[in-house]
């Protein structure tokens, strides 16, 4: 398994002369700003509550949609990538937080914690997480367009 947290986003000037930020692949966010810098920032907070109330129902995140032409991409912030990813690696071994758990050999509320999207958890218990699921944990980087 390989995930990318970045998405595509339709920018358009509405006729307040705002910039509507729509997102194809989570059709609950739409946001907008007073300029298209403005409209970008609200887009990654947008994004972030909509993973991690998609992470707290137990839904699925999607994977990013092919861009297309016009499109621009929003990433989402750090943090909420790797809960994210933990997330999703723990939804494909199809086991349960005692059983993460135990790999650990941790106590099932630190991994409760680990995989609440508001909580801070430090970078390498959510390693660990990871490697005890037989996933490895990749950072990149891009320039912005």
Do not use: C, W
Request: glycine content about 6%; charged content about 30%; proline content about 6%.
């Amino acid at each position: 398994m390989s995930e990318q947290f970045a998405y595509p986003v339709a920018i358009e000037l509405d006729e307040a002369g705002f910039y509507l930020v729509t997102f194809p692949d989570f059709p609950e966010i739409a946001t907008d700003g007073r300029s298209e810098a403005e409209a970008l920032h609200e887009a990654a907070d947008a994004l972030e509550e909509a993973i991690a109330g998609r992470i707290n129902r137990g839904d699925n995140i999607p994977h990013p949609s092919q861009t297309k032409r016009g499109q621009t991409i929003v990433p989402v912030p750090a943090q909420m990538a790797i809960k994210a990813a933990l997330y999703l690696a723990v939804k494909e071994a199809g086991i349960r937080n005692t059983e993460l758990a135990r790999r650990l050999g941790a106590d099932e509320k630190e991994v409760r914690r680990l995989l609440d999207p508001h909580h801070k958890s430090k970078l390498p218990r959510i390693e660990a997480a990871l490697e005890a699921l037989g996933m490895n944990l990749v950072v990149s980087m891009e320039a912005r367009a």
